[in-house]
């Protein structure tokens, strides 16, 4: 296992540190994603499948999205 710690700048940006980018194939301009399980930060680069499920995902969504639904469900 690989574990590697770098610093959090006032922006709250950081570098991803080179073993972690090598190991992941990560390269200038590649998206990657974050998901949080039970306290902890899962990273690892996107793929084209993240992708077209999260597009896919959205076109369903849009239901949610009014000002009524909002109101309604403001206090939750």
Known sequence: MTRESSRLTKKFQTTIPQAIRKELGLKSGDI??????????????????DRAFLQGLEGQLSEW????????????
């Open 32 to 49: 990657i994603h974050f998901e949080l399980r039970k306290g902890e930060a899962i990273i690892r680069k996107e793929t084209p499948l």
């Open 65 to 76: 999205q009014s000002d009524a639904d909002e109101e309604a469900y403001n206090a939750l």
